[in-house]
């Protein structure tokens, strides 16, 4: 095969996979507090997709302002998804938590479906088409900017877990009850994760948003963000980002040798064997942290 | 009875009668009161599952992470009610508890554990300060402050949960069974030091031990719970002369055997 082409297969994976681990921050943000994979996190995306176009286009505003707009809009509603709904979990089993993120779901789904229809928009985000050419090489000029904006928010969130107020989340993650025993809100903190997670996703829905619109698909994110969440240990920042870039390149190469062989439709089946091989060979991904044992 | 014994403090924190519900079915402690004069260090004994735990929980608020609540009575801290205050807002009033089985942050370092505990108005100074004063109670934790606190021993662990609760500046500080599977040399350790931050700061304990023998070598009163209820209150001295306490806690005296042992106090319980 010709290597110039295979590198260009590859460098294009890895920015698709840049993009899907800007959505798996999300949903390693909530895991952290939570210790649950937020299943809400396709659906959080697409509102936040829809958010940022209905204050641009119904409302009229520059998209300057409707995005950070936006973010403190679903910040807020990250926020109080823990205070209405989150909050009196605490301390129930952890399936209860991850079958009320499942109805969540289906809740912002239906939402979205009734207030915007469903008809996809266009995100317009005014960026160009014109190919971009590193080299021989063709890259999409969305898809960078996506990956550049993955990667900021890679060093946000590793700087921000060093700060006195990440350390406490940390904390946290690792025991409710001696948190508590300390003085440290886990309401607050489980609050403040869901609110951090509606950031990323307002960012993952805008990016996802221009290259396939905005429609209901936005929220079937969900399936490859949790295989690069689950590949990356899901409660590695890192690992989402790391994981994002190989699934990213398998998928990219590896359809492109498999597609003539089955004619079409290998990139899913790729996705669910890493998914599935994960699961079965390093449960704890590529940067997990798992249970420390003292003999 | 030393002289220390013989002034009266002021009690920092007074329970009056309080029972615990879990679940709104399960009484665990039934009419509880019990007082720690400020300043001073206070045994609560007795043997599993007696609700000595549950006191504890209450005092600190930490009921409500495990469905329980104060059906009746007061706590005053201070001299405030703090009966239904959250756990958060006690460890500001300066009620920190130090929970059963040491429970240190695993995947952080020792470091990280006490900033984890540190009130973010804290200064980066005053952490600091606060740190170094840490390590100097427990120089072996200095050692090891940057690898995860999952790894270190089970002394490290209970040195460090100590210090991580002096990190929140505590008046009082609440200890569920320090001791528990820990070595004999190590308890003894650990207890020097609390009877040393004790009479260094004026810091007042309110210790939880099935180690009785152990317990009443460091604190100047005592108290007994059994089947949810104060069954007995007086100085170490008295309690450790007491023949009950040392027919049950301390291991039994000359001349008792076992069975006696064991019939009495079964005979006592339904007495109570």
Redesign the interface.
Known sequence: MDPVFLAELAINGALTGLLYSLFAIGLVLIYKASSVPNLAQGGLTMVGAYVVLALARDVGMPLWLAIPLAIAIMFGLGFGIERVALRRL??RPVVMILMLTLGLDIFLRGTTLAVWGGTSRSMELGISYEPLFLGDILISRIHLVGSVVAVILLAAFLLFFRT??G??L??I?????????????VERGVGLSWGLASVVAVSAGVIWGEIQGVDQALSLLLLKGLTVAVLGGLDSILGAVVAGIILGVVENVGADFLDPLVGGGSRELIVAAVLILTIMIRPHGLFG?HD?E?V | MSMEDQTVAEPILSMNSVEVLYDNVLLAIKGVSIEVPKGKMVALLGSNGAGKSTTLKAISGLLKAERGHISRGEIRFGGTVITEALAQKRVEMGICHVIEGRRVFEHLTPDENLIAAAPLGMSRAALNAEKDRIYNYFPRLAERRNSFAGYLSGGEQQMLAIGRALVTQPDLLMLDEPSLGLAPFLVAEIFDMIKKINREEGLSVLLVEQNALAALEIVSDGYLIENGRVVMHDTAEALKSNSDIQDFYLGGKEGSNFHNVKHYSRRKRWLS
């Open positions: 605490a301390g006195r107020l350390v406490k940390r904390a993650a690792d025991d409710y009850m001696a948190s508590w025993s300390v003085g440290i809100s942290r420390i003292r």
